[in-house]
């Protein structure tokens, strides 16, 4: 028997899911522990080979492949905890990092604080050097200028260096010596290059994503090269892969040389999670949410691709690399309900958080939270909450809707919960427009995946709200993004700059750039095994018009040379886009392009998932009773059938108004809404 | 004298409010910032230009359709406590002919425009066959066909030698371009290929504003959306009513000065009384100068935004800044008056120096009302030039012209928090943006040869200004013509509650083949030889209370930063700090304070209240070096 195993480290728990190549499922939660994170994997293997009555060994030398995601490196970034990181600049620009892009936030908020830089102007250090726009060097690298800079280094201490030198993108030769000198003068200590990390043009978001590189680098690189010794130690065949920001997993050697790709690489499978649940249904247009307790995850994937951001952040630092466009707002379970000063109602971004919580659970929280809401709506049943593992009082939830939100208001308890689950809401389909509407998509077209143990209780009401037609949640949406893990790529994202122009598109150095850049990934691809068959390349550009400024991404063919007849098509490619998004284009003007990308994929062979047989039982089986539960439509509570989730079987619809009990997760099925069950056990809600 | 506390409301949406759904009302008012976002975004991803793609001076708002704005996002406070003076204008000019599809644009400053250089784009958003909304943006043009390559001449004497002069006309009718009015337009325009994409990229915005708000209206009928929109200004209302109770009735006077008037003319005085009466603010710029003969003078646009945006500022960011917010402020100047300049006088610099100084004004006379919530001042870009040449890099020559932010000066301080650097002016308040070094580099035949914190440029105080910034450019295609345009480099951003003033800063070029510096005054024209460097060093913000008591470690970070040098620390700050070990002497700080404290501490609740306070030029100035005043 072969397996797969997917691992999550989070701040609290560590995931498991381990597939078998007959599509049975096992998963796992060990406690996160973060002195070495290795700790809880090793545990957790112990655990799984214990089920599944296998010696740990035996395991780990049937495993085809093991993918690794983490919150280590995006905590190290938030909380600020990364080890003592030294830039080094050239002369005359120590402060790339400290100006930014000149722009402040909130123009009206005279005392808004300024986000702290990552590294400190002591330890940005110049070098005597200069390149210019051409490549060529205009100052020699003066070499006693990097050992100096070295020298004030070690005396601080420093454990991680970062280089970003001007214009290194088209001439990375300095760069590339500051490494050999810093790698000799300080042994051991990690250096990375701007040039490998990003080679793009803007210095400020190449030198920040070169920081953010050497500052998360340390956390992630000792335990995974531990781990991948552990597991080549106990018999595992293959490489470790680590899931990326791009949602497509990487070696570790990948990573090490561009540690960007390891921020946020938990929420990026969100989208792997959605889509392979819903490509299996012939659906390739999805929006996938994932609603926990503190945030609320929103991804477009338009015809089986995620959408991808250039702009994401880090306190005010760009991370300057494409990134899975996972839209984050402050909405979950854990959400407070408010009344701002003008009296208008608000719900969240502060949460409860798991302490105190909600006031249901009575561990001195006060504040009205979406869970009570929840529970006082008869959404939530109170006996049942994680599977009757956590007691919780409705009572508290409704004396805390009554004191902060329903008095104040001159409301009832039921009026105040219902206007908060509809505020809560309201946020969410915004947070949703802001990924579709304001990209120009319509989100009618698309169907939602519903994750998080609290997102299927509102799924029905956004989609009604939204206009989309079905939502489809899968039975394991409670640990959705260790789902997605073990079913993403392997995925290579390479860039090269060089300016062209569809007047006189240089296709002879174009194509001699895909060639190169296709060569180095299918090299890399096949050195890990993945037959050229498998292999999947797709060619982007960033185009603009000719004096524009910025550039939008377009797709190019992809299959053989470019030619002269595509040219035409890549032109009205960008002018469609252009007018899609901005509404208007400029016809008349040619098209400028100059990032040259591509994204290498390595597919992986079709997990075999469980297929169900219809069953021809009635869905009443299922029903375990029935309790009052919260109309909005009609206003009032009324009587309403509750299911036991883990009877539910293909074959079987449930008709609304009805909720959904399982041991993570509870759905609600709005009246005049239908679910079925498909033959993967997924639910398929009829949002009507 | 405090008034007594706001009363609370049961209802969101106030007055109009009991037939308000509160559910509808947040989702309304949040649908009109993600369309305002929207629009903003489409600016600044689309334009031809740096100065609005990279700098981003301009702004987009949306108004109802009796010209009141309802939304404005992420934009400048220039252009948005004004935007609807100039609107209004329009509305009446076309008044009975506005249809669905015009387009009616304008940069006319004495039809309520900023200054000639802004150039608005308006759209009427028409539903069920109703005129409900109007979806505007104001950018700034890179030109406008003045005498000299810049839409900001400052030596221009009437309106012109400012260029072409707009008032109200439409560039579409019923959708329809009228493809000759716009030809009129680019022919008067330098760099006009580019200009073009500009003027595409507003059109986007509004049309984008349109798309949306036609869905908007859509989802929910004319009748409602007329109501929500009203319960949204009356929101605003009584949180700004309740906020303006918070401040203390009475009269407060401030007084600031222009730095020269473009022709030579220096320290031109402004004064401002702000009168506040219960829930209103009242505004009067008389006693102030009388107009200058240069381009150194306030439209009634600005006047009416520069009067506003302090206001604005002191109140609590999260009420929405809409018409239901500016319906408290009421501003007025002596026409004639450097704050309120009559036809036919030049404006062109009316959202620069003009605009700050009045800002700086109420700034100062609101700090005897509400000291806690002011700023120090900002500084007022005296290094802030305007490049252009031929660019001959390439087989082809051509010209080229660009605005360069990357030099310009830092904000005050709060009562709680450091400045901020590159907040420009007041005008901005942080909302422009620099230019990438590389982008610049490959745009423009310029190379930038340092970038850096000016250490110890700002006010210090408990809280110090930001830093201002060390720039220094060389031409690698042929000579650079520099017109300056600024303001600041006599008058130097002000210190609050002890805190102390900026450097003030400028610029100059000099020669590599002789080493020897011209100066500039903040305004003027001289050309960089391709033998020759600018050089500039800007002015960090105002500081905020007093520096001997900012805590130590503070003093430290800020020196660790590079914001202050080991001496100043020493000699303002009374902080000693060990060299060698880089850390805070406490025994030796304590007595080097305790005698600092004897020798006597400024309480002024501004400094500085006399002109040409900055004596930055004055102390650079070396043998053989000259400086000039408003060259042309």
Sequence with gaps: ?688 | MAKPGPKPRKSAAGKSGNSLDPITFSVILNRFNTIADEMTLTMEKTAWTSIIALARDFSCAIYDAKARQICMMDALPVHTNSMHVVLREIARVFEGNIHDGDVIVCNHAYSGNTHVGDFVTACPIFHDGKHMFWSMTKGHQLDCGAFIPTSTPAAAQNVWQEGLQLPPIKFYEKGKRREDVVRMYLANMRWQEWLYGDFMAQLGSIWTGRRRLVELAETYGNDEMEKYVEGIFDYADMRMASEIRTMPDGDYDGVSWLDTDGQGGTNIEVRARVSIRDDKVHINFAGSAPQTPGANNSSFGVMQAAAGIPIMCAIDPSIPHNDGCLRHISAEAPEGSVCNAQYPASTALATIGPDDTMQDAVWKALAKAVPERVIGGNGRIPNVPFFSGTDSREAEDREWGCMFFNGATAGGASSSTDGWPLIMTSAGMGGLKILSVEMSEMLYPMRIDRQEINTDSMGHGKYHGGPGVNIQISPTSGAMECNLFGDGQLNPPFGVMGGTQGMGGGSYKESLTTGKRTYCSSKGRIIIAEDEVWVGESSGGGGYGIALSRDPELVLGSVLEGLLSVACAKRVYGVVIDAATMTVDPKKTKALRKKLRAAGVSRHVTVPNVPGAADWAQRRLRPGDEFLIDPQ
């Design chain 1, 1 to 688: 028997m072969r397996h797969i195993l997917g691992v999550d480290i989070g701040g609290t728990f560590t995931d498991f899911a381990l597939i078998d190549d007959a599509g049975e499922i096992n998963l796992w939660k060990e406690a996160t522990t973060p002195a070495d994170p290795g700790i809880a994997i090793r545990d957790g293997l112990a655990a799984l080979a214990e089920t599944r009555g296998l010696e740990i060994r035996q395991l780990i030398e049937s495993l085809d492949l093991f993918v690794h995601g983490q919150t280590i490196a995006t905590n190290t970034v938030i909380q600020r905890n990364g080890p003592k990181t030294g830039l080094l600049c050239t002369e005359g620009f120590r402060d790339v990092l400290y100006f930014r892009d000149g722009f402040k936030p909130d123009r009206y908020n005279v005392s808004l604080p300024r986000e702290k830089d990552f590294i400190r102007r002591d330890l940005r250090l110049p070098v005597t050097e200069r390149i210019d726009y051409r490549g060529d060097v205009l100052q020699k690298l003066d070499e006693k200028s990097v050992r100096e800079a070295v020298k004030v280094f070690k005396k601080h201490g420093v454990e991680s260096v970062a280089v970003a030198l001007l214009w290194s993108i088209v001439n990375p030769s300095h760069e590339q010596k500051v490494k050999k000198i810093v790698a000799k003068q300080l042994p051991g200590v990690p250096v990375v290059l701007s040039s490998d990390v990003l080679p793009m043009i803007r210095e400020w978001e190449r030198t920040s994503s070169t920081v953010l590189s050497a500052y998360i680098l340390p956390g992630i690189s000792e335990y995974t090269i531990n781990l991948e010794k552990y597991l080549a130690a106990n018999g595992f065949g293959h490489n470790l892969l680590v899931m990326q920001l791009n949602g497509g997993t990487a070696t570790l050697a990948q990573l090490l040389k561009r540690p960007i790709y390891a921020l946020a690489s938990g929420p990026a499978a969100g989208p792997s999670a959605g889509l392979y649940c819903a490509e299996r249904m012939k659906v390739n247009n999805v929006i996938t949410i994932d609603m926990g307790g503190t945030s609320f995850d929103v991804c477009m994937v338009t015809d089986g691709h995620p959408a991808l951001t250039q702009d994401m952040r880090i306190h005010d630092n760009p991370v300057g690399v494409s990134a899975i466009e996972v839209h984050s707002i402050g909405a979950g379970g854990g959400s407070i309900a408010w009344i701002d000063k003008g009296g208008a109602l608000q719900v969240g971004p502060q949460s409860a958080g798991a302490e105190p919580g909600p006031a249901c659970y009575e561990l001195g929280g006060d504040q009205p939270t979406v869970t009570d809401v929840n529970v006082v709506l008869g959404y939530i049943n109170p006996d049942y909450f994680l599977g009757g593992r956590r007691a919780i009082n409705a009572e508290a939830s409704a004396r805390a809707i009554d004191k902060v939100i329903a008095k104040p208001l001159g409301l009832t308890t039921e009026q105040a919960a219902d206007g908060i689950f509809r505020i809560v809401n309201t946020n969410m389909v915004n947070a949703i427009r802001v990924v579709s509407v304001e990209k120009g998509i319509d989100p009618r077209g698309y169907n939602l995946v519903v994750g998080g143990g609290a997102g299927p209780i509102h799924a029905g009401s956004l989609g009604r709200e939204l206009g989309m037609a079905q939502a489809i949640i899968p039975r394991f949406g409670g640990v959705f993004c260790s789902y997605g893990m073990i079913v993403s790529d392997v995925r290579l994202d390479l860039v090269r700059a060089f300016a062209s122009n569809t007047a006189a598109l240089d296709l002879a150095r174009i194509n001699k750039i895909f060639s190169e850049l296709e060569g180095e990934a299918i090299a890399e691809l096949k050195s890990q095994g993945f037959p050229r068959s498998r292999i999947e390349i797709r060619r982007f550009a960033d185009a603009k018009y000719s004096n524009q400024i910025h550039e939008l991404t377009i797709p190019l063919p992809s299959r053989g040379k470019i030619k002269k007849s595509d040219i035409g098509d890549i032109a009205e490619e960008f002018h469609g886009l252009h007018e899609r998004m901005f509404s208007y284009c400029v016809r008349e003007s040619e098209v400028d392009l100059f990032h040259w990308r591509i994204t290498a994929l390595g597919k992986l062979p079709d997990t075999e998932a469980r297929v169900f047989k219809r069953t021809r039982k009635p869905v009443s089986e299922a029903q375990k009773g029935t309790r009052p539960v919260y109309s909005s439509e009609a206003g009032k509570f009324k009587k309403t059938k509750i299911y036991d989730g883990d009877l539910l079987q293909h074959g079987m619809t449930v008709v609304g108004p009805a909720v959904i009990e399982q041991e993570n997760m509870t759905v609600v099925v709005l009246g005049k809404q239908t679910l079925k069950i498909n033959r993967y056990g997924d639910f398929v809600l009829a949002i009507n």
